[in-house]
């Protein structure tokens, strides 16, 4: 019987999701189906009840329900307990397991794609939102020397660094805190705003920096990635390729068989220019 999947956000429209899964399921021969649900703001968890009531094994959760998802959850990773919230569930009959795998999926595209070791290395992580709650712990697994979390509200890095002070050497603080400081690694994890307002990271993180990773994908070229460009980066990455790696471990999480991803990658990567 196809077992079914799906994504629930508001706005929807925009997912890139039934495309990919459905392209997983081809390659890996899953009889399955996924479909894209826009729930109302109020509307989450009855969205959710009405798709496990017609025989849904699993969703994707997109913005933003990705608190109320994690608050609905019986069965919590360690790395979802960490971040807060969740961008995956299973349904196990009564059970709802939820993971995070946005971090994962970062730290495999840029360590496996990129080929970009994170061991020793100075990694300057920018924003303190969802995703970056959902990354410092896997980032913190790569054992890079130091993790520097930059932030615009400075007490949210604070609170952010604390919380995995635990896990490895890791500092937070505002734009200025950075300033002079060279990195291996500069992650943007902050949105691209449509006036192209850039996060006030100093030209001089990017000096000796061998990637410069923006989240934003489907963009081309951002202000961060041209930023990062004219400051000295080696390379420039967008987050095209974690959109895939995460979804290539939420994939697994439903369905305990890993598809490929470097095709879809380069089919749904834009041109950095
Ligand atoms: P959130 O809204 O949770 O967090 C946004 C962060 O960016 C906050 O730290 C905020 O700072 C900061 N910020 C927002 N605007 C500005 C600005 N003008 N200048 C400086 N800092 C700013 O967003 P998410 O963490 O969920 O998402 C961040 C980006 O990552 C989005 O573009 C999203 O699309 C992308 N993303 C990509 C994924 C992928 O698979 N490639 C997966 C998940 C997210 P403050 O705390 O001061 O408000």
């Not at 995703?131 to 400075?154: D, F, K, M, S």
């Not at 449509?194 to 993180?205: D, F, I, K, S």
Request: charged share 20%.
């Amino acid at each position: 019987m196809t077992s079914r999947y799906a994504v629930i956000g508001n706005p929807i429209a925009q997912t890139k999701s039934p495309l990919i899964y459905q392209e997983f399921a081809r390659q890996t021969g899953q009889d399955m189906s996924y479909e894209a649900i826009q729930a109302p703001l109020d509307g989450f968890a009855a969205a959710l009840a009405a798709f496990h009531a017609r025989g849904g094994k699993g969703i994707n959760v997109a913005m933003p329900f990705k608190l109320e998802a994690f608050a609905l959850a019986t069965d919590l990773t360690q790395r979802a307990q960490l971040a807060g919230a969740v961008n995956v569930l299973r349904l196990d009959g009564e059970r709802i397991f939820a993971d995070n795998t946005d971090g994962v999926g970062l730290v495999r595209d840029i360590r496996v794609n990129l080929g970009v070791a994170f061991r020793a290395a100075r990694v300057l992580l920018l924003g303190a939102g969802g995703a970056a709650h959902g990354a410092v712990l896997p980032l913190l697994e790569e054992q890079p020397a130091l993790l520097a979390i930059a932030n615009r509200t400075v007490a949210k890095a604070h609170a952010l660094g604390a919380q995995f002070s635990r896990h490895g050497n890791v500092v937070a603080g505002g734009y200025a805190d950075v300033a002079g400081e060279p990195f291996d690694l500069v992650i943007n994890a902050t949105p691209a705003t449509p006036c192209g307002e850039l996060p006030a990271v100093p030209a001089a993180a990017f000096r000796r920096c061998g990637l410069a990773y923006d989240l934003v994908y489907g963009k081309g070229l951002t202000p961060f990635l041209r930023f990062a460009r004219e400051s000295g980066a080696g390379h420039l990455a967008d987050g095209t390729g974690m959109l895939l790696e995460q979804a290539a471990e939420n994939f697994f999480i439903w369905r305990g068989i890993r598809p490929e991803t470097r095709a879809m990658i380069q089919e749904l990567s834009t041109p950095l220019v």
